[in-house]
């Protein structure tokens, strides 16, 4: 009678893994650096390359009309749980704080632009 009581422990937390992180992080940066408008990154297009063989699957940042393709800004993850890095030019600049909070953000689940 008294087990009917007790407490359920909580369910575990399954680690996400890289690809499902930059999903998320792809999405979202899709729908608040982009299809918003943002005057932030007007000047930019990103290339998502979620699928991998080195199994670190990324987003890009790229000037747009530019011939030049060379990313000026990568996001990326490997492993489970994912660890994520970004880096390029763009993260010398006064832009890279507002990338890291929202790309961090996004990682842990939120879908918030700002």
Not at 31 to 59: H, N, V
Request: with cysteine; proline share 9%.
């Amino acid at each position: 009678m008294l087990g009917a009581c007790k407490p359920t422990p909580p369910a575990a937390v399954k680690p996400q893994s890289a690809l499902d992180v930059m999903e998320r992080v792809m999405v979202s940066a899709s729908s608040c650096w982009f299809k918003s408008g943002d005057p932030a990154f007007k000047s930019y297009r990103m290339d998502a390359e979620l699928t991998s063989y080195s199994g670190q699957p990324r987003i890009l940042l790229v000037r747009k009309g530019s011939g030049d393709i060379r990313p000026l800004l990568v996001v990326m993850a490997q492993g489970t749980p994912a660890r994520l890095q970004a880096f390029g030019p763009v993260m010398n600049e006064p832009l890279s704080g507002r990338i890291s909070a929202d790309v961090r953000r996004w990682a842990n689940g939120s879908s918030a632009c700002h």
